[in-house]
């Protein structure tokens, strides 16, 4: 399970370092994709597939549905993890999130998101005064 946060700086090339604590459990090799909020998405591949099973369900006819399809699989790329532990953020998915010369990796049980640390630190000044507005629609799980 992926939790915790790492701050890493963009090498000249668009690589940056995963940390052992994510290479762990992520592998060599991972599938990134544009996310929500303005970040990015790394998923381990046999999550992607689950994804991408049930992005397959959804129906091509409604716009919106069409819309996250293209959006999350027009934009995944295969990554692989060096062994100096980095990897490649493609350009256009660097442009995607606004990724310059710091990024924050987070880790969400299942994946990880991948930040400008810019656009991090804005969304926890947005989101950290809401965490108990946030909790109060979450009736019947345990926290």
């Known amino acids: 399970m992926f939790s915790g946060e790492s701050e890493h700086a963009v090498d000249e090339k668009g690589r940056i370092v995963i940390p052992p604590k994510f290479r762990d459990i992520l592998g060599r090799s ?71 010369r710091e990024v924050v990796i987070v880790g969400l049980i299942d994946k990880l998101e991948i930040w400008a640390k810019q656009k991090w630190q804005e969304y926890l000044n947005q989101a950290r005064p809401n965490f108990e507005d946030l909790a109060e629609g979450l009736d019947g799980i345990r926290l």
């Open 30 to 100: 991972f599938i990134l994709t544009q996310g929500f909020d303005g970040c990015l998405i790394a998923y381990p591949p046999d999550r992607f597939q689950q994804v991408t099973e049930e992005l397959q369900k959804l129906s091509y006819s409604q716009a919106r549905h069409r819309n996250i399809q293209r959006l999350m699989l027009y934009s995944a790329e295969p990554c692989e993890i060096d062994k100096q532990g980095r990897v490649l953020i493609p350009p256009g998915l660097r442009a995607a999130a606004a990724i310059q």
